[in-house]
């Protein structure tokens, strides 16, 4: 649920739509087309006009295939050139260049940067949203609980022993936009996992509201979730503000969170600087992958499509076609009719322009492409859906048969809406338990221990030219063998 965190000049797409005498449908059976669709150059529709560029995979190069799972680039250069005198400003005027930059970016004077969480009064909820969010707060919760493991000592040989402990990380940045939606969703799904792991200094930073508030869903599942201090500032002078520290916000080691170009190229700057702090991983715009057979509602299809495509007009999202008999027609009349009656339908409307359809002969090749295309969140709405988990390889998050939508994951279901987008599910995964803790490990060698392991370790060094390293072993083992010696006599 990334919301709209790298914007893009759409000029700049590495993917094309393929040439029409290159695209074909011969002999493609069982698919229902509209005299008035032209695939190859996108779904057209009344009043919200939406676009989906369309491929078969099987009339595809390996090279076009693998083109398709370009997500679109974007010259920071010009983005840090504007976020670097953010960043030395709060460096060195702290709340004073925070307090100007909020006011000249948000149009918003404040007269306190950061509230102590513990000293404002509960906000009151409507009672139905109030349980909405203890719902969800129980269930991520329980997830991310489940995920701590118990500390466990090997003994790798006879009096040698190892073992792994885990550490929270002391102090923690959360970063909740409030830009074109706000996301007290976000707050939980962050601020929960820093919980449970024990953070001690939990700082959450969101844009303030015209009058300088904090809006009231954020701020009330700020503080079920042990937030310690809220930051009113949003955009590069709220990471700056956590990074360095100010006078009157917290230093943070590790930063958090979705957010526009302009934050994530502060955490992009931040994190080499000596600021000395981690970020949680690289952010793209939202996107979800969506697969469906014969057997998938068209309805719930185009929600689940509309449902990324609202974030904003840099979301992609993608749908695969497995085997014959899907009706594109139904499919492709949901999305008119959902599209256009949705408060955000313009942003989605232009999401959809830059994201496109695949055709694959069957789930083991729709199951591939998503692979390669490695999504944010994969929805695979197929008959057995189950059975295909353990293919799957590169995703964010999964979401399985026609009754789990991805909102579902975005929300309540319990796990985490904090994903790795623009491909890089094929090295990192989402936010968890782990993510606000260090692990350090441990070894404690008996006199016993030193005798068995010391003589591989000393050769191992001779091996690499490091006398040192030899000496701290045989220093010792001399010292074992002088004293077995003296009490022999």
């Given amino acids: 649920m990334d919301t709209q965190l790298l914007s893009f000049n759409q000029t700049n797409l590495s993917i094309q739509p393929l040439q029409t005498p290159r695209f074909s449908f011969a002999g493609v059976h069982n698919f229902s087309y509209p005299r008035s669709l032209s695939f190859p150059k996108g779904l057209s529709f009344n009043r919200i006009r939406c676009a989906m560029k369309s491929y078969k995979l099987s009339e595809l190069s390996r090279a076009e295939v693998e083109s398709l799972k370009a997500r679109p680039r974007i010259d920071f250069s010009s983005i840090f050139g504007m976020v670097n005198p953010i960043i030395d400003a709060v460096r060195g005027r702290g709340d004073a260049a925070v307090k100007d930059y909020t006011e000249k970016f948000d ?99 969101t844009p303030p509201s015209q009058d300088g508030s904090i809006c009231k869903e954020v701020l009330y599942c700020a503080k079920k979730a042990g937030v310690t201090h809220i930051l009113k500032a949003g955009g590069a002078q709220a990471i700056s503000a956590m990074a360095w520290g100010t006078e009157s916000c917290p230093k943070v080691e590790k930063i958090f969170g979705p957010g526009n170009q302009y934050v994530t190229a502060a955490k992009m700057i931040l994190q080499n600087s000596e600021a000395m702090i981690s970020i949680d991983m690289p952010a793209g715009p ?43 027609k139904a499919i492709e009349e949901e999305v008119n009719k959902q599209c256009n009656s949705l408060p955000r339908g313009q942003f989605a409307s232009k999401a959809l322009s830059h994201s ?101 370790v000393a050769t191992m060094a001779e091996v690499e030219g490091l006398e040192a390293h030899k000496r701290a072993v045989t220093l010792r083992l001399q010292d074992i063998e002088a004293r077995q010696v003296s009490s022999m006599r």
């Fill in 356 to 456: 496109f359809t695949v055709f694959a002969c069957d789930m083991v090749e729709a199951i591939s492409f998503s692979n390669l295309y490695a999504p944010e969140h994969l929805i695979i709405n197929v008959k057995d859906a189950e059975k295909w988990e353990g293919f799957i390889e590169n995703a964010g998050s999964v979401f399985l048969g026609q009754w789990t939508p991805e909102s579902v994951g975005d929300y309540a279901s319990g796990t985490n809406h904090v994903l790795p987008t623009y491909g890089y599910a094929r090295m990192y995964g989402g936010v968890s338990l782990d993510s606000f803790l260090k692990y350090m490990t441990v070894q404690s060698l008996t006199e016993e221990g030193l005798i068995n392991l010391g003589p591989y």
């Fill in 107 to 205: 149009k918003v004077k404040l007269d306190k940067v950061v509230e102590n969480v513990a000293e404002l009064p509960d906000p009151e909820l409507d009672a139905a949203v109030k349980e909405a969010f203890d719902v969800a707060y129980d269930n991520i919760y329980a997830f991310h609980l489940a995920q701590k493991s118990a500390e466990k000592s090997v003994e790798n040989m006879k009096g040698v022993k190892c073992k792994r402990m885990a550490r929270s990380i002391g102090s923690v940045g959360l970063y909740v936009p409030g830009g074109t939606a706000v996301l007290p969703s976000t707050a939980l799904m962050l601020s929960v996992p820093a919980q449970i792991a024990g953070c001690k200094t939990v700082v959450l930073a």
């Fill in 286 to 328: 939202s996107e979800v992958l969506v697969i469906a057979d014969k057997h998938a509602s068209p309805v719930h299809v185009a929600a689940d499509l509309l449902s990324q495509a609202e974030h904003g007009p840099d979301s992609q999202v993608v749908l695969v076609i497995a085997g014959d008999g899907v009706d594109i």
